[in-house]
C-alpha cells in the first residue's frame, strides 16, 4: 500500500531524470547532417577557358573564345577572330564523356562571317595565258556543325574538330565577270565562307 513516503520519494526521482530526458528530447541547433560523400567530379574540364583556335573553316577562324560548363557534359562558347573576313558567333559543344580526359564531342555553331571588297584574283589559263577576274564576298550568316575529340591532361587542353559550315541564304560571293572558267568558280568556292572545317584549338583554364 501506498504511503506518503512512497509518494514522496517518487516525486524526488523524476525531479532527477526530467532534465535529463529534456536533453535527449531537444534538438541541437548546432546539429548539421553530414554531406553526401562525392565519389568523383561529374566533368574534368574546368568551368570556364580561354580558347585559341586555328585551322580551316573554323568557326571563329584563326581567333579567340571563351567557353563556360553549363552543364557536366556541355559548355557554351563565344568567339571572334579573323578568317577570309571577320568572324563572331556562338556555340556549344556537347561530350559524350566528361568524366575522362579524353572525350569526343559534337557541336554547333552560329556565325556571322563579315564581308571581303573586291579582290583581284589570277589564275593560269590555256596557252600560257593567264585568266583574271575579281571577286567579292558579302556578309553572311552559317551555321557550322561539327565533331571532334578533346584531351585534357591539365589545366591547358586541346582540340581537334572536323564539321562543316553551310551558308544560311543565298551565296555571299561574287564574280565581276560571271563568264569566268570552272576553275576561277572552284576557286572562289573554296575561298568564299562555308564548307569543310579542319581545326586545332588549345584551352586555358580560367576558373575550376
Known sequence: ????RHLLAGL??????????????????EYAPTAPVQTGPATVYPTMSLGLNSGWGAPYGWGLDLSYFV????????????GVGTKIGIGAR?????AKRVSPFLGANLVRSGSVPETRVSLPGNNGTMEENMYRIDASA??????GLRWQP???????TMGYGVV??????????PNASQEMKDVVDIVGPGG???SLGLTFRLMR
Open 1 to 4: 500500500m501506498l504511503t506518503t
Open 154 to 160: 591539365g589545366s591547358v587542353g586541346i582540340l581537334g
Open 71 to 82: 552543364l557536366p557534359n556541355l559548355d557554351v562558347t563565344g568567339g571572334a577572330g579573323i
Open 142 to 147: 552559317l551555321m557550322h556543325l561539327r565533331a
Open 168 to 177: 544560311l541564304g543565298s551565296d555571299p560571293t561574287h564574280l565581276k565577270y
Open 12 to 29: 524526488v526521482l523524476s525531479a532527477a531524470f526530467l532534465p535529463a530526458l529534456a536533453q535527449t528530447t531537444t534538438p541541437n541547433p
Open 196 to 198: 569543310i572545317e579542319i
Open 94 to 98: 556537347y561530350y559524350l564523356a566528361p
